[in-house]
């Protein structure tokens, strides 16, 4: 492909994998705030019906009144159904009661190319597998972002799912490589490739513990304007131009973000494991909490304090 920017009006994109739990809302929502940040208008769909996620991730939950179900029903509901994130992002939700077995799937990928006249790049989070709801969306994305762990069982999954995408007619694509440790492991980026019998890398995206806490917080999209956003040009340049960095350029980036991000680390100073904190009960003295990375002990009691309270007094 050359270097020219692609004609990318109403493009859709499916972010998949074969194995669950590898990072795929992550990658949605933070590749979807990017293209966001750079003047695209971006929608992104929730397409695991029955299990949706990726309004908890946005921070959106107690916002959806209708969904994705509804608009393909009656296409006077869309405008409602979808919720406004930011500048340039939207929000399509999934169904929470409707499993894709039970939806009108024809009428849901018409309401999908029906929204490619108004947005630049649809991102449909997919469900993980290979059952229906994959098939669904294979029918009709464009291109697709494979996601998987640096590890073996991820690999391989991986690897069948692209496998899928390709009796899909789908063989544009590039891999994410999500959740890569930072501590030094030695990491053969072509040997994962030739796992996933796979050519392009779209992004190494280093593990990081503020991406669990801005996810859990409902506040991951906070986190892409800042130096995290860095990790993701590659993965960017790939969607807006069809044009894949080399390994290395990929492998590259990675390392200076895990040496920034090092540094900033060192230059704050590392904390005590332990640290002083008042106690959730009136009748106790201070206590130390275990810290690690942000996820306190103390955060845990708090958000539990109920819980423990009536332990306590069960005693």
């Not at 694509?173 to 999500?178: E, G, M, W």
């Not at 440790?181 to 994962?192: A, F």
Request: aromatic content about 8%; hydrophobic content about 40%; charged content about 25%.
């Amino acid at each position: 492909m050359g270097n020219q920017e692609r004609i990318s009006m109403g493009e859709i994109i499916g972010v998949v994998s074969g194995k669950g739990g590898v990072g795929k809302t992550t990658v949605t929502a933070c590749l979807g705030a990017a293209l966001s940040h750079a003047g695209h208008r971006v929608l992104l769909c929730d397409g695991d019906f029955g299990l949706r996620d990726l309004d908890l991730v946005l921070g959106v939950a107690d916002e959806i009144i209708y969904d994705a179900l509804d608009a393909s029903e009656d296409k006077e509901y869309t405008d409602d159904a979808i919720v406004s994130i930011a500048e340039n992002l939207d929000f399509l939700p999934a169904s929470q009661s409707a499993r894709w077995e039970d939806i009108g799937r024809k009428k849901y990928k018409k309401l999908v190319r029906r929204l490619c006249d108004v947005y630049d790049y649809i991102l449909i989070d997919a469900p993980a597998g290979i059952g229906k709801g994959i098939e669904s969306i294979l029918d009709l994305v464009n291109r697709c972002i494979v996601v998987t762990h640096p590890l073996w069982v991820s690999l391989r999954n991986g690897a069948r799912m692209i496998q899928v995408c390709e009796e899909h007619n789908i063989r544009d694509f590039a891999i994410v490589f999500n959740a890569v440790p930072t501590d030094g492991e030695d990491l053969d980026l072509y040997d994962m490739l030739e796992v996933l019998r796979a050519e392009y890398v779209g992004a190494m995206i280093p593990y990081d513990e503020d991406v669990l806490t801005y996810t859990q917080d409902g506040h991951l999209l906070d986190l892409v304007s800042h130096e995290f956003c860095n990790v993701l040009a590659p993965l960017l340049d790939y969607i807006v131009t069809g044009d894949c960095w080399e390994d290395y350029d990929v492998q590259k980036q990675f390392d200076a973000y895990v040496a920034k991000k090092k540094a900033a680390t060192e230059k704050q100073g590392t904390p005590t494991l332990a640290t002083a904190g008042e106690s959730i009960f009136e009748d106790s003295n201070n206590v130390l909490y275990i810290n690690r990375g942000g996820w306190t002990t103390q955060r845990l009691l708090v958000q539990g304090k109920q819980s423990l309270w009536r332990r306590r007094k069960l005693k």
